[in-house]
Nanobody, 119 residues
């Protein structure tokens, strides 16, 4: 099992910045990719950013150039630096850990942290 605890959400004005953190605990040795997803009211959960154990990152066009994901493997923590925030970035942000054993794959999720961007 892997547990994920997020922090760092809040209310910010458009153009501002926030930094989210997600600390993993438990069987962290099985974690491969970590990432952030978000879900706005009435919408499906969508990818925000992912990062592999070796630091390879992936972003959708909607956040590319504004958001940066990073990872501290020694601390089992992943970060999301969000700059130039827009009202459409308002959502609950969820941390994800994708884990693999020899026979199975797992997805673990944090409890979510609210990010609200005012115009």
């Amino acid at each position: 099992q892997v547990q994920l605890v997020e922090s760092g959400g809040g209310l910010v004005q458009a153009g501002g910045s926030l930094r989210l953190s997600c600390a993993a605990s438990g069987n962290t040795f099985i974690i491969n990719t970590m990432g952030w997803y978000r879900q706005a009211p009435g919408k499906q959960r969508e990818l925000v950013a992912t990062i592999t154990t070796y630091g390879r990152t992936n972003y959708p066009d909607s956040v590319k150039g504004r958001f940066t994901i990073s990872r501290d493997n020694a601390k089992n923590t992943v970060y999301l630096q969000m700059n130039s925030l827009k009202p459409e970035d308002t959502a609950v942000y969820y941390c994800n850990a994708h884990a693999m054993t020899l026979t199975k794959e797992y997805d673990y999720w944090g409890q979510g942290t609210q990010v609200t961007v005012s115009s």
